[in-house]
């Protein structure tokens, strides 16, 4: 049967079908549905984990327990979990294992464009690439045997466009998989200096016969063309090149690590010209250089962003990228969304804010312009810290959410009271991991099945970190927020501030849309400055309100100083 | 090789529905027996900002996305975005931009556009109704569809002159 599946939808699909038993990821966009689809099969242990490496771990567990695990993220969710990656390349497993990254050319949600295909090299780990949602689907089964057969963790690396792009794949029943027994090997689980010497040995001859594998993969596939230009592409590229040059010889690299050397150099043979073509670094590149063959390889410019069907007659053509102006709307904070109501205040204040991975990331953007820094996940509570040290007289209040705090925001808070550091840091609890969609976390009392289960105190927990003041506070009521910010700020004393009020995507009540009286409105624009989807100017600086977008939130109606916006009790 | 294949993107901003358009075309097109590709970007962009789905169906498909000047057609759904989503119709490509005022007159909730927007594109793309149906009937949940399927019918039969 052909059913039409997103590229995560087809991992999930895969992995099901392959017998997998246990599958963690923390969610991550582009990799996020892959764990939400997972979750749909009763047959598989799913579980949102409180950050990368835990699930990492959890998945690896499991897998050294002796069943098929899953571990699911994007690329810089990798960066969490890379202590784990890098000595269970030593240990390998006992079930399969197979670590699923998404990364984000172009970055559409991402923080930076980093290349997972080096993780191969650096963890001396085997490399799957698929170029779309059906070889998704065979990858990751054809992953699970590579992984149990030469008993190590195989990497799937996906991008955006293949974990988000859709296409009908063929798909078939699942197969359980006996339980391989669980054997205590402390040689091999045990990575004291004395054991991992013996296992480096191990991985260095896993490799050798990893490279030998390579070239007898059926996916690293030639497809005969006119053999005057020959291709060596991987993943989404290659259909940028199928549509470019349908005549021309292909090679199609489906294991990106380790390389097949002896069928790069007998492909490079049969053709005049050898092009790769690659999105990101130049890893096929730099490898084929190695070996000597002469390439055409794309301009340093389109290491940058992403590749698609034009691009590829320039870099055959030995063209610089041509920038395409970017004129997208830009993204902003929901209407009624309660971080609006934060930063709002906190621009007010002048304060400088460090901030966090998720939606309040949107707050740098002007209008708002209230947010000053954002570089991974629990720098909303070290940056107060580090910052504090560089520059005693600059307020600073850190910014992050309940999902994010748990993640990575627990170890610095814990540090900063350690360290006698004092400071504010406000915990934007909006009860969701928002910014990919919507998952639970152990602040909802959820699990990824919404299953009711232990609900994480935040308040009981930051006191036992050793914050001085734990507040709770509904920042809907902005004055109430400024007053308690203001007087946190002015202690010397280390402060957690839990700003708790639902995201919209959970909280859809509507209250009446606010009145406004255009004979009252001075034309100041001050409502215009809180980059409200349904606030508009119209002629003349007067405004107008969407009542389908407004949701009665009423923050226009606070910050109007002329009584034009009225609350509407109606 | 000769290839046929048809391009359609879909463009305007979050919220709008674009994404459970191109989602009803996808699957149609897939009950028609063909080859098909959908492809999207979630995260940051359905906050607001501009968001674009491409559909790409035909014997044999690769890029999951549609280049500059080839699509076939352009399903616009704010006339904000207009501007920026043109550059991808091809010469003599067809715009249902147009339909947005017609839209706007027939339906009595925002959240219909895209049925609406789908209904009109249906009636120019050589997919069978009972493909349409199908499609309609995988996409929607039971409670929504009836409203769904008068939307569709109504965009559908639209004319413009």
Not at chain 1, 222 to 238: P, R
């Amino acid at each position: 049967m052909r059913v039409l599946l997103s590229g995560n939808e087809a991992v999930a699909r895969g992995a099901w079908e392959a017998g997998v038993a246990v599958a963690c990821a923390y969610p991550g966009t582009p990799s996020t549905e892959i764990l939400e689809n997972v979750a749909l099969y009763p047959e598989i242990d799913a579980q949102w984990s409180v950050n990368e490496k835990v699930a990492y771990e959890v998945a690896l567990g499991a897998a050294m327990g002796g069943r098929r695990s899953l571990f699911a993220c994007k690329h810089v969710g990798l960066n969490v979990a890379m202590d784990p990656l890098m000595t269970s390349s030593y240990t390998g497993i006992s079930g399969g294992f197979v670590v699923v990254v998404c990364d984000d050319p172009q970055m559409h949600s991402s923080q930076n464009e980093q290349d997972t295909r080096w993780v191969g090299i650096f963890g001396k780990l085997p490399v799957l690439e698929p170029a779309g949602p059906g070889e998704a689907r065979e990858f990751v089964k054809e992953a699970f045997a590579i992984s149990e057969e030469y008993d190590t963790p195989v990497l799937l690396r996906m991008t955006t466009r293949v974990s988000h792009t859709k296409e009908d794949v063929e798909i078939s029943e699942r197969v359980e998989v006996e339980p391989r027994p669980f054997v205590r090997d402390v040689a091999k689980y045990v990575m004291i200096p004395k054991n991992a010497r013996g296992r480096h040995v191990v991985v260095e001859a896993r490799m050798a016969r990893l490279q030998a594998l390579a070239e007898r993969m059926p996916c690293n596939r030639v497809e005969e063309g006119c053999g005057k230009l020959g291709f060596v592409t991987a993943g989404v590229s290659y259909n940028y090149v199928k549509e470019a040059y349908p005549e021309a010889s292909v090679l199609k690299l489906g294991m990106a690590y380790p390389f097949c050397d002896e069928k790069i150099a007998e492909f490079a043979g049969t053709v005049e010209q050898v092009v790769v073509v690659e999105e990101l670094d130049p890893f096929i590149e730099d490898h084929l250089k190695a070996l000597g063959i002469a390439v055409t390889a794309k301009d340093a410019s389109f290491r940058i962003g992403e590749l698609g069907t034009a691009f590829v007659r320039d870099i055959v053509e030995g063209k610089k990228k041509h920038a395409t102006p970017v004129t997208a709307r830009k993204p902003l904070f929901c209407a009624g969304c309660p971080h609006r109501f934060a930063f709002v205040v906190l621009k007010k204040m002048r304060v400088y804010v460090a901030g966090d991975i998720g939606c309040y990331a949107l707050a740098s953007l002007p209008p708002l312009s209230s947010l000053h820094t954002c570089i991974c996940m629990g720098t909303g509570v070290t940056l107060v810290e580090g910052l504090g040290l560089a520059m005693r007289d600059e307020r600073v209040v850190g910014v992050l959410g309940d999902s994010t705090f748990v993640h990575s925001g627990i170890t610095g808070l814990i540090n900063a009271a350690y360290n006698k550091a004092k400071g504010v840091v406000v915990i934007l609890d909006n009860s969701i991991t928002a910014m990919t969609g919507g998952q639970q976390n152990p602040t909802t009392g959820l699990t990824i099945r919404n299953e009711p289960t232990k609900k994480l105190d935040l308040e009981k927990l930051c006191q036992s970190c050793g914050a001085d003041n734990v507040d709770v506070i509904d920042h809907s009521d902005i004055a109430a927020f400024e007053k308690l910010v203001t007087e946190r700020l002015a202690e010397d004393a280390l402060s957690v501030i839990i700003a708790r009020s639902p995201c919209k995507m959970i909280d859809r009540r509507r209250r009446p849309v606010p009145a406004y009286e255009q004979e009252l409105c001075k034309q100041c624009g001050l409502c215009l400055q809180i980059d409200c989807p349904a606030l508009t100017a119209i002629d003349d600086g007067f405004i107008a309100i969407d009542g389908n977008v407004c949701v009665g939130c009423n923050l226009c109606t606070d910050v109007c100083r002329f009584g034009a916006l009225k609350k509407n009790e109606a | 090789m000769k290839r046929s294949v048809c391009n359609i993107v879909f463009g305007g901003i979050g919220g709008q529905g674009i994404l459970k358009a191109s989602e009803i075309c996808a699957t149609a097109a897939l009950c028609e027996g063909h080859h098909v590709k959908k492809s999207e970007v979630h995260g940051m962009a359905q906050r607001g900002g501009s968001v674009e789905s491409h559909v790409r169906f035909g014997d044999a498909v690769y890029s999951p996305l549609v280049g500059a000047g080839l699509a076939d057609f352009l399903v616009c759904f704010h006339k904000d975005e207009h501007q920026r989503l043109r550059p991808f119709l091809k010469p003599g490509g067809t715009d249902l931009t147009d339909y947005l005022e017609p839209a706007a007159r027939a339906i009595t909730h925002p959240r219909h556009l895209n049925t609406f927007l789908v209904g009109a594109l249906s009636a120019r793309l050589g997919i069978g109704e009972e493909s349409w149906t199908k499609a309609m009937h995988a996409v929607f949940d039971a409670k929504i569809l009836e409203e769904n399927l008068k939307v569709f019918r109504a965009g559908r039969s639209v004319e413009i002159q």
